[in-house]
């Protein structure tokens, strides 16, 4: 049973950093490409970052280029998504999903979420 765990939200003010996690079970973890996605408040989801199995694509939302990073370590299983100089506009909750590359496909699974909230 595929599991996708989110962990690292919270409070945050503008500037400082946060690192977001997500364990990831019942799959192979090293065979898929694997992504972050948000929702604020009143509006829809917005991909966020993605990265292939093989590390060599990735995928940043405009909003979050040279703020965010995207890694993954498979030896562990988890992903993660390293967010500096962190705005207001990037309060959130943050899902993990497995097989999603800006589309909703065959495989795609999502994990609960975690909330981030920026705000002084």
């Known amino acids: 049973q595929v599991q996708l765990v989110e962990s690292g939200g919270g409070l945050a003010q503008p500037g400082e950093s946060l690192r977001l996690s997500c364990a990831a079970s019942?799959?192979?973890?090293?065979?898929?490409?694997m992504s972050w996605a948000r929702r604020a408040p009143g509006k829809g989801l917005e991909w966020v970052a993605g990265?292939?199995?093989?590390?060599?694509?990735?995928y940043y939302a405009d909003s979050v280029q040279g703020r965010f990073i995207i890694s993954r370590d498979d030896a562990k299983n988890t992903l993660y998504l390293q967010m500096n100089s962190l705005k207001p506009d990037d309060t959130a909750k943050y899902y993990c999903?497995?097989?999603?590359?800006?589309?909703?496909?065959?495989?795609?699974?999502w994990g609960q979420g975690t909330q981030v909230t920026v705000s002084s």
């Open positions: 999903a497995k097989d999603y590359w800006g589309i909703i496909q065959q495989g795609t699974y």
């Open positions: 019942g799959f192979t973890f090293n065979r898929h490409a």
């Open positions: 990265l292939s199995s093989d590390k060599a694509e990735t």
